[in-house]
């Protein structure tokens, strides 16, 4: 997509030159001729940045950078000004200038300006959007549970998060370890500040430095423009990094400097750059052992291990299980516009005796499928779908060892007897089972019930 850039001079050559040279580089480019011109043309054009020379007549360069920046701080303004009024690009710059160009004009160090203006405002929209996205789902409310284990964590979040010494965050597959980052940062004389998430995992390896600390151009095959890392996007917030036990050893030398020096130095580049973003690392591996076995840093061990917060499995704190289904199908209810959705207690008792390999995510995501199976109404033993060989007896007897103890087992013998006992009528025995109509057509075509045991009847006692 274009960025559309307004040039602003009385001067029509420069005007013309601006206008041609920039549209040939794929900039969508607006004119005017002064100041008021440009002011007037401001929503209608919505640049994302403007150019304007200081000396026009009647109102300045200066004073519409001023203008402007009252009106609408987010557009970038580069000021045109002559060699021998340096005082001016001075006083340009102090009034929230991005940048100058001197006469005469080079058309070289234009494309330079405007192309690293627009990048750095390409960044700063990105920054905010993880902001944004980092900040808006997260609430205190989502950290549900009353295990003393829990307990526990909560206790430590609350010391450290006025603190900027690094948490080393700990628990299996979906205890809910980046939860537990946010809450202390959004709990912190930081939480204005970027909160910045990468899972270490979900990068190459030889993009993993790159992904961290930025890169300048050039750098490797692709690096056509300069950006900047995570570290950087960070600023005086907080960067999580997911799975920091599945790192190479390289890397993890890296990371150890940064975290000693509170410096690194970008992919191909030469200058060291600070950071003050504090750092807060997850895994679910056993990190002992890989230092044991030289696959782990000990150093950078230890680093990390300034704070220990270790999350709980589901199946240790299983009477955390009717909390967390309270909590996420009122809110999953509420997103989905369903109305009141309740758990038969059939439901629930299966739920609280399954072992939850995938713990709390896991459960989450049981949920939102129940709910979507049954549209609202009542969630019931029918519309969970649990892992295979991990299925559990509703009756809450624990976990089934048989395939005739399995969850399908159990769900076809209860389809089949609801059927019988109506009949075979479909509309009866779907109102009975809380499901709908197509869903039941759904379970009898799986379980290959019999025809002769689910013929219809009408309320006139019609077959149909």
């Known amino acids: 997509m274009s960025q559309r850039i307004l040039v602003v001079d009385d ?81 340009a710059m102090k009034a929230g200038a991005y940048d100058y160009l001197v006469k005469p004009l080079d058309l070289d160090h234009i494309d330079l300006i405007v192309g ?47 603190t900027r010494t690094p948490v080393l965050v700990r628990g299996e597959t979906g205890t809910g370890k980046e939860l537990i980052a946010r809450a202390i940062h959004f709990n912190s004389r930081a939480a204005e500040e970027p909160f910045v998430a990468l899972n270490c995992t979900a990068v190459a390896e030889t993009l993993l430095e790159s992904e961290l600390f930025g890169h300048v151009r ?6 056509v423009t300069e950006r900047r890392g995570r570290f950087e996007l960070a600023g005086k917030g907080t960067l999580f990094l997911d799975e920091i036990g599945d790192t190479s050893l390289a890397f993890q030398a890296k990371l150890l400097r940064v975290l000693q020096e509170h410096e690194f130095v970008p992919v191909g580049g030469e200058k060291t750059r600070r950071t003050e973003a504090r750092v807060i690392a997850a895994t679910n591996r056993d990190l002992e052992a890989l230092v044991r076995e030289g696959r782990f840093r000990e150093d950078l061990y ?14 240790e704190r299983r009477e ?66 649990l892992g295979a060989g991990r299925a559990v007896d509703p009756t809450g007897h624990g976990p089934a060892e048989s395939g005739e103890d399995s969850l399908e087992a159990m769900e076809r013998a209860h389809v089949e007897r609801v059927l019988r006992k109506t009949g075979g009528n479909k509309r009866q025995a779907a109102q009975r089972l809380g499901v709908s ?7 009898i075509e799986k379980y290959a019930l019999t025809v002769g045991m689910v013929k219809e009847r009408d309320s006139g006692g019609k077959g149909l």
């Open 302 to 315: 230890y680093r990390l291990r300034v704070v220990e917060i270790r999350v709980p499995p589901l199946r």
């Open 218 to 223: 050039g750098a490797f095959t692709g690096a």
């Open 437 to 443: 109509r197509p869903t039941l057509d759904r379970l």
């Open 11 to 91: 001067d029509a050559s420069i005007r013309e030159t601006f206008a041609n040279h920039l549209a040939e580089s794929g900039y969508q480019v607006t004119t005017a001729l002064d100041a008021e011109h440009a002011l007037s043309q401001l929503a209608r054009v919505d640049p994302a940045l403007v150019i304007t020379d200081v000396r026009m007549p009647g109102m300045s360069g200066l004073e519409l950078l001023e203008r402007i920046k009252s009106a609408r701080p987010d557009i970038d303004v580069v000021v045109i000004t002559a060699h021998e009024d340096m005082r001016t690009a001075i006083a």
């Open 320 to 385: 955390d299980v009717s909390l967390l289904v309270s909590h996420f199908v009122e809110r999953m209810s509420r997103d989905m516009h369903l109305g009141r959705v309740t758990v038969s207690p059939a439901a629930l008792s299966a739920l609280g005796t399954y072992d939850w390999p995938g713990n709390v995510r896991e459960l989450e995501n049981t949920l939102a499928r129940a709910m979507v199976v049954t549209r609202g109404g009542v969630i019931g033993v029918e519309h969970l779908s």
């Open 116 to 162: 690293r203006c627009l990048r750095d405002r390409a960044v700063r929209a990105r920054a905010s959007r993880m902001v944004a996205e980092a900040a808006e789902p997260f609430a205190l409310d989502r950290l549900v549970g009353r295990h003393p284990a829990m307990i526990a964590t909560y206790k430590l979040i609350g010391q450290v998060t006025d």
